[in-house]
């Protein structure tokens, strides 16, 4: 089967730096920081007290005020941002054939939040009183079914729940089902919400999140200091089209996707593999599914989530992987800014690196103060750059050693 090129027309997101695609953006470029205490439960006795929550999203404001209360908040968050990414898109969908328009969206949790509250509830009234809702609401596919009912998107619908991967691989799932010819059109992404009690404290008991109060000195990729991530929520969602299918309605195009790599670590059920081996194998895959030499690459949306064992593990990946060209390419967290969103971190970071080669700017790895010998690439420390490279990688690693890489491609066109 002949393999067509994929290009991304329209971008949404909903993160802990800003509702919009706009408001994001204009919060990355300026180096502002999502983090701060935690509010949505009180976090009196708890070692963890901050976390990088969306601020002032109402939900009533793009969703049937009837239908969102159905809804969990990481499915909130996903059709809130797919509505952006639609508008933005500028797709008709009166005259596009919905059966060739699929959804992936990821989500690692799903709706804990939910579970919790509604385990509470039972606990206390007994547990056929809770709500009829409690299933759909929680179950982890149901973003991407709840997008793909909003516009009737009759396509593939499907959820990776591969981890911290997870996003990046809905975008990468979704670019191979249009590129060989399943689809034509495709929403994909990844969305998460799940600081709650037992989120934070299951990830507290195991030493993965930080403990600093400071948010300036919370999520610190690749700083000698960091001690470990910071809990973010949020989603961010892509509109994947078939290039001959968006000239022919005259779409505004963000980048071009080239490749996609997706492997497993089999090493270890939280620990990356040494020497990031299955990270540095994943990026072999996705540049070779491109047809893209390592020297061609400027600029990585590193996973990047401020643990120790990542950072080292991920920035010696790099090296295996690019070589001397390594030290030349630039490299950044932006994690920094917005946490670190799990299943949604990809979708994101997705959006994020599109914009990167659209825009013509690198965003930094914000709060890098304290220098890590043992970590020595262009981190792009502090302030984003006004820079314009030609590809560009999105990688990201999660728990159960999944692994997965997109390569994108600044459009010319």
Not at 59 to 83: L, N, S
Not at 148 to 172: E, Q, V, Y
Not at 175 to 185: Q, T
């Amino acid at each position: 089967m002949e393999k067509r090129r994929v290009v991304i027309t329209g971008l949404g997101t909903v993160n802990p730096t800003g509702n919009t695609v706009a408001e994001s953006w204009a919060a990355i470029k300026a180096g502002r920081c999502g983090i701060a205490p935690i509010t949505h439960f009180d976090t009196t006795g708890s070692r963890v007290t901050l976390a990088a929550e969306v601020k002032g999203f109402d939900p009533a404001a793009r969703i049937d005020k009837r239908e969102a209360r159905k809804m969990a908040r990481f499915t909130q968050f996903a059709v809130a941002a797919a509505r952006e990414a639609m508008e933005d898109s500028g797709i008709d969908l009166e005259e596009t054939d919905r059966s060739r328009f699929g959804t992936i969206i990821s989500s690692g949790i799903g709706g804990l939040p939910t579970i919790e509250e509604e385990h509470t509830k039972g606990e206390q009234k007994g547990f056929d009183r809770v709500s009829p809702y409690f299933v759909p609401m929680s179950i982890g596919n149901m973003a991407a079914g709840q997008v793909a009912i909003r516009f009737g998107l009759k396509g593939i619908c499907s959820c990776p729940t591969t981890a911290c991967a997870g996003g990046t691989n809905a975008i990468g799932d979704a670019f191979h089902r249009v590129r060989d010819g399943y689809e034509d059109l495709m929403l994909c992404g990844g969305t998460e919400s799940c600081i709650s009690p037992l989120g934070v404290g299951g990830f507290t008991s195991m030493k993965a999140l930080s403990t600093a109060t400071d948010p300036a000195r919370a999520s610190i990729p690749f700083d000698a200091e960091r001690g470990g991530f910071v809990m973010g929520e949020g989603c961010g969602v892509l509109i994947l089209e078939e290039l001959g299918h968006a000239q022919a309605r005259g779409a505004k195009i963000y980048a071009e996707i080239v490749g996609y790599g997706s492997n497993c670590d089999a090493y270890h059920f939280t620990a990356p593999a040494p020497g990031g081996a299955g990270g540095a194998a994943c990026m072999e895959l996705a540049l070779a599914d491109g047809g893209v030499a390592p020297q061609q690459i400027g600029y990585i949306n590193a996973h990047g989530t401020s643990t120790h064992l990542n950072d080292s593990c991920e920035t010696a990946a790099i090296k295996s992987v690019f070589g001397t060209h390594a030290h030349k390419l630039a490299v950044s967290s932006t994690k920094s800014m917005t946490g670190h969103l799990l299943g949604g971190a990809g979708g994101v970071e997705g959006v994020f690196t599109a914009l990167a080669l659209y825009d013509g700017f690198l965003p930094a790895t914000l709060n890098l103060r304290v220098p890590d010998p043992e970590l020595d690439l262009d981190y792009i420390p502090n302030e984003g750059r006004a820079v314009q490279v030609d590809y560009a990688m999105s990688d990201s690693l999660g728990f159960g050693g999944h692994n997965a890489c997109i390569v994108l491609k600044r459009w010319e066109g």
